[in-house]
Structure formats: C-alpha cells, structure tokens
C-alpha cells in the first residue's frame, strides 16, 4: 500500500523559513515524477514545485527563488525548503507521486504565514 505522509508544517511569520517532508513508503522509489501541490481556502488547488519526468526541478513562478524542492531517494523522501514566507504563502501543503501512471497523495500538512 502506498502512502506519502507530509511534515513540517506550522505558524511562522512572514520572512521566516520551514522545511517540509514528505516520507513515502510502499513503492520502488528513484525518478518517479513528483511534486508539491498546495490549497488555501477557497482557492484551488495548485503546483508549487516539482520534479519531472527528466528530474530537474520546476518551481511555480509565485514561489522561484524562494523555495527549493530536494529528494533523497535512498531514504524514500521529498522537502520541500521554504524560505522568504509571505502571508499568501498560507495553505495546506500536498506531497503527491506518480507510479506505473497512477498519482498518490498525502494527506497534507499546514503551513499558516502571520504577517
């Protein structure tokens, strides 16, 4: 069974950094395509960061600059490095992973920027 759980999240205030995790477990893990989703209230939900199928990451042009993406496949994980945090930064954080086409997904965790 697959399953992705997200951590990290929490209140912070604007400017301030946090470190995301995302730990997978129950599938072979290497160049699998992978990304960070997020949805604040109200809104839909939208890629923030990802690796592609090439693994090179790409960056939502809202977060360029401000946030990095890494994996360590060895240890079957993503993070998701969050720096410079803006009030509209605020929202529930997604870990999802594609595998033989099907898309698994966390069930998230909570960022909250104070401004």
């Known amino acids: 069974q697959v399953q992705l759980v997200e951590s990290g999240g929490g209140l912070v205030q604007a400017g301030g950094s946090l470190n995301l995790s995302c730990a997978v477990s129950g599938l072979i893990f290497s160049f699998n395509p992978m990304a960070w989703y997020r949805q604040a209230p109200g809104k839909q939900r939208e890629l923030v960061a990802e690796?592609?199928?090439?693994?090179?990451?790409s960056y939502a042009d809202s977060v360029k600059g401000r946030f990095i993406i890494s994996r360590d496949n060895a240890k079957k994980m993503v993070y998701l490095q969050m720096n410079s945090l803006k009030p509209e930064d605020t929202a529930t954080y997604y870990c999802?992973?594609?595998?033989?086409?099907?898309?698994?997904w966390g069930l998230g965790t909570q960022v909250t920027v104070s401004s």
């Open positions: 999802t992973v594609q595998a033989m086409g099907v898309a698994y």
């Open positions: 690796f592609t199928i090439t693994g090179r990451p």
